[in-house]
């Protein structure tokens, strides 16, 4: 007998790269039934969020086990069609682990991605965390052909004019489909959080761990659209999941509540990733954080098992605030983010 879950079914975008359906649906378990995307005028990003123009009421449904969908790519002016099968065993895992689990610990969503160049991505998204089911490929249609694409090269131009001003420079200037998928890669890593004390005469760290200082809890949102928010230790321990684009990490030290919001430059940690895994992609990782809260030292850098020191990131690298009991008490000298970007 085939089981009904509870969920909703969205659509969303790249960053500055929005998408139009003509047809946009998945194929539940049991081949009965069919569920379309809630449709958007266009569908845009962040990318793994849900792009909706109403709020959808959770029914209970078969879970999808195939995708079918032909969108448009106003960025690129390129339609594209994906099919592919979802990993519908992950998804009940999903919702089998939650199920009776607090409200806002379970799996509530599923997201459907719909990339320039031809990257599609199935999501689960709850509240709490989000995870990457399924990403793969659709193949370029050519507009004024007859794979069921029923507009014309000059009606495809017309619409993308419409929405041109939602397209970021980046998408057309420097994003790619290799690019792209580098943000859907999945490394296997796990944070370490060190308490050690920096030696400003010696430019380098001794590793004094300093005990009265205590890890509360840390956050990440990645490349690959995931998110973590559990506040347990999972990120502490080896998962696999897109490099983090923001890391934020709570913490006491004499006291005093601290917490550290790191936002990545993707680009150079996408090159220091792929350089410490040029060997092996499935290698685990450390990904390391150095604090040295007297000193008003953050660091962070990636260590391989074998490596003979871990690869420290430059200091343009990234970007960090630290607040102290409610208050500012450091940011790095690029920071540039907007005003209270850190409560987001």
């Given at each position: 007998m085939i089981r009904n879950y509870e969920y909703t079914l969205a659509g969303s975008a790249y960053e500055g790269a929005p998408v139009i359906t003509q047809y946009a649906m998945v194929l539940?378990?049991?081949?009965?039934?069919?569920?379309?995307?809630?449709?958007?005028?266009?569908?845009?990003?962040?990318?793994?969020?849900?792009?909706?123009?109403?709020?959808?009421?959770?029914?209970?449904?078969?879970?999808?086990?195939?995708?079918?969908?032909?969108?448009?790519?106003?960025?690129?002016?390129?339609?594209?069609?994906?099919?592919?099968?979802?990993?519908?065993?992950?998804?009940?895992?999903?919702?089998s682990n939650t199920s009776s689990a607090n409200e806002s610990e379970k799996f509530e969503e599923i997201v459907v991605g719909m990339a320039p160049y031809g990257g599609l991505a199935v999501w689960a998204r709850g509240l709490k965390k989000q995870v990457l089911v399924n990403w793969f490929d659709a193949v370029e249609l050519d507009a004024g052909g007859p794979n069921n694409i029923t507009y014309h090269k000059s009606q495809t131009l017309e619409i993308c004019r419409c929405y041109d001003d939602l397209c970021s420079p980046q998408v057309r200037s420097s994003l790619s489909k290799e690019y792209m998928n580098s943000c859907m890669q999945q490394y296997t890593y796990r944070y370490l959080v060190w308490f050690d004390t920096w030696l400003e005469q010696e430019q380098r760290w001794m590793e004094e761990k300093q005990s009265h200082c205590e890890v509360l809890?840390?956050?990440?949102?990645?490349?690959?659209?995931?998110?973590?928010?559990?506040?347990?230790?999972?990120?502490?321990?080896?998962?696999?999941?897109?490099?983090?684009?923001?890391?934020?990490?709570?913490?006491?030290?004499?006291?005093?509540?601290?917490?550290?919001?790191?936002?990545?430059d993707m680009e150079k940690l996408h090159l220091q990733f792929e350089q410490v895994c040029a060997d092996n992609?499935?290698?685990?990782?450390?990904?390391?954080?150095?604090?040295?809260?007297?000193?008003n030292?953050?660091?962070?850098?990636?260590?391989?098992?074998?490596?003979?020191?871990?690869?420290?990131?430059?200091?343009?690298?990234?970007?960090?605030?630290?607040?102290?009991?409610?208050?500012?008490?450091?940011?790095?000298?690029?920071?540039?983010?907007?005003?209270?970007?850190?409560?987001?």
């Open positions: 539940c378990e049991g081949g009965e039934m069919a569920l379309d995307i809630p449709e958007c005028l266009p569908f845009v990003g962040d990318w793994g969020c849900a792009s909706m123009t109403h709020i959808m009421d959770k029914t209970s449904y078969p879970l999808p086990i195939a995708l079918r969908v032909v969108y448009l790519s106003v960025a690129e002016r390129k339609w594209y069609m994906g099919e592919g099968e979802i990993s519908v065993s992950l998804l009940k895992e999903l919702w809890f840390i956050e990440d949102d990645c490349s690959d659209g995931c998110f973590n928010r559990e506040r347990g230790d999972s990120l502490l321990r080896y998962h696999k999941v897109g490099i983090p684009r923001k890391v934020v990490l709570n913490y006491t030290c004499d006291k005093a509540n601290y917490m550290v919001c790191f936002w990545m992609k499935e290698a685990q990782l450390d990904m390391l954080v150095h604090i040295d809260t007297q000193a030292r953050y660091e962070l850098a990636l260590y391989k098992y074998g490596m003979e020191k871990p690869c420290s990131m430059s200091e343009d690298s990234f970007q960090c605030i630290v607040i102290k009991n409610g208050f500012e008490e450091y940011r790095t000298p690029n920071y540039n983010k907007p005003r209270g970007a850190w409560s987001l």
